[in-house]
């Protein structure tokens, strides 16, 4: 199994060990999610669906705002807050990590102070707001916050209308590499940083499967991978299945080989059938492990 550099994630209340890996369940607020259709798009059913991926196995929530799929369009701040603020208010009493995924400064600073652990941000960092205040100030000049700083080529409404060209792995790891690296010259700690190299965020399917059986060219930068396939329409393209929510056989595999890859934070939809892959997988290694030590 990989070992990457940093195998606590620390985060505003709690250090994740990380030598086991953890299953970020995806809790969209939106109106027109690519994979639920809006399935919980009110806070009360958002709740709702956040309790049960808890009960599911999940180790940390990630609470969305705005539909980042390909084409989809801006949400004004103030209805993106709207949203998921009330969620987070509540989901932050349960004692378990929450994340916020956006790319507004503003909302990022609103959930902090609403006692959020967790920035997920799809731009790494790079959006200014309407006050001038950047994401990268938000995060920076928070003391304890977790942040996942993730590649995207482009912008939603147009990145897989011109995707990426050649190869799409080392463009990656230098992004990637050059915004860890604009954080810890503002000083925030190294442990605090996982990267995400943005599984079907402006690259082909020949891409996006590169980055997976590449994945160790990335770990080799030091932070921990989170890995994001879930119902992606790669997954689709491989498999002919059309409807992402019938994705779940792909996304369960494809979860397990970027763990197997190295990956230490999986990003999903389906967190039952995930968590239950990964306990087949830790069960195997740990037998195999025992065998190696008679």
Partial sequence: MQTVAAPVWRTRRFALDLARPRVMGIVNVTPDSFSDGGAHADAASALRHAEALLKEGA???????ESTRPGAPPVPLEEELARVAPVVREAVRWGVPI???????EVMAECLALGADIVNDVWALRRTGADGRSAEDVVAQDPACGV???HMHRQPQDMQVQPMQGDAVPQVREFLAARAQALLARGVARERIVLDYGIGFGKTVEQNLDLLARQRELLALGWPLLAGWSRKSTLGRITGVEVAAERLGASVAAAL???????????????AATVQALQVWMALNERESDREDA
């Fill in 59 to 65: 180790d940390i929530l990630d609470i969305g705002g």
């Fill in 257 to 271: 080989l970027a763990v197997q890859r190295g990956a230490r934070i999986v990003r999903v939809h389906d967190v």
């Fill in 99 to 105: 994340s916020i995924d956006t790319y507004k400064p």
């Fill in 148 to 150: 996942v700083l993730m």
